[in-house]
Nanobody, 120 residues
């Protein structure tokens, strides 16, 4: 069994910052890419940022130069530092990880989601 547990969401004023964390635990052999997605009410889930096991990163155009994704491989944890937050960043943020378990199989795992609300 593998679990992804997120933390760090909340309510912040526009221009403020938040840091999300997501830790993976369980029968983990290795973790490949990790990422953050978000889903606003009435909209589809979208990729916010992703990072490979080697540290290469990808960002959506809407968050470039404001958000930074990083990971601590020793802790099986991925972070999302969000600066200069805007009301349009309001969404439920989900952690995602491509994990190879001790069975040898690789699966896509999701966290439970954490709410980020940015007030104007």
């Amino acid at each position: 069994q593998v679990q992804l547990v997120e933390s760090g969401g909340g309510l912040v004023q526009a221009g403020g910052s938040l840091r999300l964390s997501c830790s993976a635990s369980g029968s983990i052999c290795s973790i490949n890419a990790m990422g953050w997605y978000r889903q606003a009410p009435g909209k589809q889930r979208e990729l916010v940022a992703a990072i490979t096991s080697g540290g290469s990163t990808t960002y959506s155009d809407s968050v470039k130069r404001r958000f930074t994704i990083s990971r601590d491989n020793a802790k099986n944890t991925v972070y999302l530092q969000m600066n200069s937050l805007k009301p349009e960043d309001t969404a439920v943020y989900y952690c995602n990880a491509d994990i190879r378990t001790l069975t040898g199989w690789a699966h896509d795992y999701w966290g439970q989601g954490t709410q980020v609300t940015v007030s104007s």
